[in-house]
């Protein structure tokens, strides 16, 4: 009897043939035979399965380094089997877990507003550039942050306007009224400051105010129009930026200074009155030119103070027999006979006179000083001598005479003075400046005996006249 024991060892996952059993598995199996000489034969078969040896090995790499193990470079981090032969020629399992650490490369754009300041992992960036952080991370791999840092500068735009002066610009929901430079900020498409710098002129509306005094008469240009009366004009007119321009003139005309002067002097005086003399009364107009160099009139009224009307009559022939009363006007300020007397008549008495001529004046003065005066002859003649003459040169008619008496002239003598006087040598009648022919109203006379005088310049004659009364 064949009884076989046999131990076998194999690598597990190997199939064993054992006497037609195909053996996966360990255990104990047996087979059973028969001999050719009828005998049983038995074959044991201890089997043995050697597990796969598998161990596992825990390894870490930065992103970007290399783990060489076994001949074998790792690049990447993973599960990984090595197949390896044990002791017992049979497989022996690695397994690999490679951990790969990053290595943080962070790069990073950032685009801030001009002028902020950004903290970069403790930097304080105010200027655009590309900026990097180094740190090792807990497992041990590099940590690099990258920064591109750009600035976005303040946009300035420059905007150029114009207004006339008094106007107004709307912008952006601001009104300006004022030329000037103005900043406006406001923000862009990057949420960042944006600057428009205004440069706002203020172009002037020209109102000009012109007050303009001009003498009376004169025309005056005022930007082509031509004036002649007074009042306020104004001319319009647009600038080369398009603005107002306004000329306004205040005309006034100064009119001719019409100023009244008037001048009392006695009759005869003159007076000067700026360089010229006068002396006659009336209104005169003088030209001058007054403060403004226009013209200014000055009407000169030269009035007379009347002279004391004074008239002592004519010369005149007295008898020795007789007085003469001589008198002016008594409402005058004042007298002077060339006799010393101050009154406004006298008494010439020819009985204590010689026979001859005596001259006898008189100056009289008025309340406003003006000096008049007049004289008189008067020729004393003695009564006594006096005769009855016949007249030659004139006819005197009729004598006796009841009423009128006539007197012609014989010849062409020039002017006669006609006296009458009564039987004493009174005056009683005088006729001055007569020519050819008097008539003399003798009506009113008493009847009696009296004498008629004639004289010219040449001459004198004398003749009786007899009165008659009137039945």
């Not at 129009?225 to 007074?230: I, K, P, R």
């Not at 006695?266 to 005169?284: H, K, L, P, R």
Request: contains cysteine; proline residues 3%.
């Amino acid at each position: 009897m064949y009884a076989s024991v046999e131990a076998l060892s194999l690598c597990e996952g190997t199939a064993h043939d054992f006497h037609g059993q195909q053996l996966t598995q360990a255990g104990t199996y047996q087979a059973f035979f028969t001999t050719t000489a009828g005998c049983d034969s038995v074959f044991e078969l201890e089997l043995n399965y050697h597990p796969v040896d598998t161990t596992v090995l825990a390894e870490s790499i930065c992103s970007g380094d290399t783990l060489n193990y076994l001949g074998t470079a790792y690049t990447q981090g993973g599960q990984y089997e090595i197949l390896l032969q044990n002791q017992f020629q049979c497989d022996s399992l690695i397994q690999l877990e490679l951990t790969e650490n990053p290595v943080y490369a962070s790069v990073e754009a950032l685009s801030l507003c001009e002028g902020t300041a950004h903290d970069f992992h403790g930097q304080q960036l105010t200027q655009a550039g590309t900026y990097q952080a180094f740190f090792t991370t807990t497992a041990g791999c590099d940590s690099v942050f990258e920064l591109e840092l750009n600035y976005h500068p303040v946009d300035t735009t420059v905007l150029v306007e114009s207004i006339c002066s008094g106007d107004t610009l709307n912008y952006l929901g601001t009104t300006y009224t004022q030329g000037g430079q103005y900043e406006i900020l406001l923000q862009n498409q990057f949420q960042c400051d944006s600057l428009i710098q205004l440069q706002l002129t203020e172009n002037p509306v020209f109102a000009t105010v012109e007050a303009l005094s001009l003498c009376e008469g004169t025309a005056f240009d005022f930007h082509g129009q031509q004036l002649t009366q007074a009042g306020t004009y104004q001319a319009f007119f647009t600038t080369t930026a398009g603005c107002d321009s306004v000329f306004e003139l205040e005309l006034n005309y100064l009119p001719v200074d019409t100023i009244q002067v008037f001048e009392f002097v006695c009759a005869g005086d003159t007076v000067m009155f700026q360089g010229t003399i006068y002396s006659e009364a009336g209104t005169y107009e003088v030209w001058l030119q007054n403060q403004f160099m226009c013209d200014s009139l000055v009407e000169f009224h030269l009035s007379h103070y009347p002279l004391p009307i004074v008239d002592l009559g004519p010369d005149t022939t007295v008898f020795d027999t007789t007085s003469i009363q001589l008198s002016v006007d008594p409402n005058y300020q004042s007298y002077l006979w060339s006799t010393g007397e101050t009154s406004s008549e006298i008494v010439f008495n020819a009985m204590d006179a010689a026979p001859g001529d005596y001259t006898i004046a008189v100056e009289v003065t008025s309340e406003h000083s003006c000096v008049a005066g007049d004289s008189v002859l008067i020729t004393v003649e003695d009564w006594v001598h006096i005769e009855a003459m016949v007249m030659e040169r004139w006819k005197v008619f009729p004598n006796p005479v009841e009423d009128i008496l006539y007197c012609q002239s014989l010849t062409a003598s020039g002017p006669a003075a006609v006296f009458l006087y009564d039987e004493f040598g009174r005056l009683l009648f005088q006729l001055e400046d007569q020519l050819s022919e008097v008539q003399i109203d003798l009506s009113n006379y008493a009847a009696g005996k009296y004498y008629l005088e004639i004289r010219t310049a040449t001459y004198r004659e004398r003749t009786i006249i007899v009165k008659l009364s009137k039945p």
